[in-house]
């Protein structure tokens, strides 16, 4: 079994003695635990790697006077090499913090392994809002985004336009159910209806017959819970089975900047998402992204920009509290509020959620475009407490109720 292990600095060799002294002692190590070669890795992989070095490199590359070093491991998409590589990272390898973590069942898996071992897992790749509901720890940090935010978003816009009555093309696993899940409680609150659900296998590349069922039902918006290559490959076949055109509106219930780039503006216009980041929103994010895009080659998405934020806001809460004891650091991140490029008011409740604003798009025509990755148009802004599950709703066992 492959691993792909590397560090900002120098090979390391881990071994048992590597153990509980070095982390006290030795460098602060933070892992990258991503997907390097897989159907996620444009969502992660190469580009959560880049910004997780940014952070460090920006920081100053050490901290309370110990060098920090990265380690990355390819998961591979395979819960059992993750929690194996988590377990190893925590236990004997001296890392503090595990960060990234695409693929929702893999980051539910290595979140329980952080509470298990005094570590702290951040998820910025992964979107079930089942990491802030019944598997909270009090260790993880959802960070970048959620199920419940994308499907709040998005549902709404379509609402206001009018689209109420929903089908959902489901990608058959964690992150897709939870997509699927949260997105049909607000159509079903907003007044719509659920006219049906199809799940798929995620390595197929044959939508045909989930199409045509998606065009015979009454439902007049055609909803993708998916992403990556799977994510990819449905909304082609949307387009080849003229579903749009057919008077059905194709909803992306998560919708990665590269997805976008990858489909082409031709196939993507005029598709309503919803987003943690979008690089050209700003002066602040038109100068990380700038600086990003030197290193891989593209702007960051909301994914890689989670991975750069909330690595600096680990990093500061570390200094803080004078130690990488996972308490102290978990208290420092939740009292201190995230204002940065990423988010402005930024807060760590106490299911782990980092509640900020959402933000809503389409997606540009050509015509509209003037550059490569020149895509979006802002449609409208969702205020932190508004995009997310408000913690009266929590099935979070660390939520007090009144």
């Not at 106490?350 to 895509?375: F, I, N």
Request: one cysteine or more; a negative charge; charged letters at 20%.
């Amino acid at each position: 079994m492959t691993r792909f292990l590397t560090t900002v600095a120098a090979a390391l060799t881990l071994s048992a003695s590597l153990g509980p002294a070095l982390a006290q002692e030795g460098p602060v190590r933070l892992g990258v635990l991503t997907d390097m070669s897989g159907q996620f890795s444009h969502e992660a992989g190469e580009g959560s790697v880049a910004a997780v070095r940014m952070a460090v490199e920006d920081f100053g590359g050490e901290v309370l006077g110990r060098k920090i070093e990265i380690l990355v491991s390819d998961h591979q998409n395979k819960p059992e090499l993750a929690v194996s590589t988590a377990q190893e990272w925590y236990e004997s390898g001296g890392v503090s913090l595990i960060t990234n973590l695409i693929n929702s069942g893999i980051a539910l898996a290595v979140a329980g392994v952080a509470a298990e071992h005094n570590g702290i897992a951040i998820v910025n790749g992964s979107g079930s809002s089942k990491l802030t509901g019944e598997g909270c720890t009090p260790h993880s940090i959802h960070y970048a985004y959620d199920t419940y935010a994308l499907a709040v978003g998005t549902a709404r816009e379509l609402a206001n336009q009018g689209h109420k009555n929903w089908f959902f093309l489901t990608a058959d696993y964690a992150f897709g159910h939870a997509l699927e899940a949260d997105a049909s409680a607000v159509v079903k609150s907003l007044g719509g209806t659920v006219e049906g659900s199809i799940r798929y296998p995620i390595e197929t590349t044959d939508h045909s017959s989930f199409m045509l069922q998606a065009m015979a039902s009454p439902a007049d918006v055609v909803a993708i819970a998916g992403s990556g290559t799977t994510f990819i490959n449905a909304v082609k076949s949307a387009g080849e089975f003229g579903v749009a055109s057919s008077g059905k509106t194709v909803a992306g219930l998560l919708v990665w900047l590269t997805d976008t780039h990858s489909l082409g503006l031709q196939a993507a216009q005029g598709m309503i998402l919803t987003n943690a980041f979008y690089w050209d929103r700003d002066d602040d994010t038109r100068a990380f992204s700038a600086r990003f895009a030197e290193r891989v080659g593209r702007p960051p998405h909301m994914g890689d920009a989670g991975d750069y934020s909330s690595t600096m806001h680990y990093l500061k809460a570390v200094e803080a509290a004078g130690t990488t004891d996972a308490d102290a650091v978990m208290a420092k991140m939740r009292e201190t509020p995230v204002n940065d490029f990423f988010a402005k008011g930024g807060v760590i409740r106490e299911d782990g959620r980092m509640v900020h604003d959402m933000y809503v798009y389409q997606v540009k025509s050509p015509e509209e475009s003037t550059s490569e990755w020149d895509v979006y148009k802002l449609v409208n802004t969702i205020p932190g407490e508004e995009a997310y599950r408000p913690l009266s709703e929590s099935t979070c066992p660390l939520v007090k109720k009144n």
